[in-house]
Nanobody, 123 residues
Framework: QVQLVESGGGLVQAGGSLRLSCAAS????????MGWFRQAPGKEREFVAV????????YYADSVKGRFTISRDNAKNTVYLQMNNLKPEDTAVYYC????????????????WGQGTQVTVSS
């Protein structure tokens, strides 16, 4: 069983930056690919980024490519999402999730989810 806890959300002006963290419990953290998803009000949860268990491979949604960076520290059981040049359309609840299926972008391939952290970008 893996438990995930996100932090780092908040209110920021457009063009600003935030760094989200996701702390995981359990001894098998490095065996999971870790993803970030987001869900805006009235919309479906959408893929943002994913990183392999070793951290050597990453994949991003086109909407965040070049602005967001996913990374992980397996010694700390933590995955990060650095978000730069934020836009109002980035406003959503951000979730981290763990998958044993590798670099996948679909919600149904993820086994564990955090409770989410709110990110609000004002114009």
């Amino acid at each position: 069983q893996v438990q995930l806890v996100e932090s780092g959300g908040g209110l920021v002006q457009a063009g600003g930056s935030l760094r989200l963290s996701c702390a995981a419990s359990g001894r098998t953290f490095s065996s999971y690919a870790m993803g970030w998803f987001r869900q805006a009000p009235g919309k479906e949860r959408e893929f943002v980024a994913v990183i392999s268990g070793s951290g050597s491979s990453t994949y991003y949604a086109d909407s965040v490519k070049g602005r967001f960076t996913i990374s992980r520290d397996n010694a700390k059981n933590t995955v990060y999402l650095q978000m730069n040049n934020l836009k109002p359309e980035d406003t959503a609840v951000y979730y981290c999730a763990g998958s044993r299926a590798g670099l996948v972008g679909k919600v149904e391939w993820y086994d564990y989810w955090g409770q989410g952290t709110q990110v609000t970008v004002s114009s």
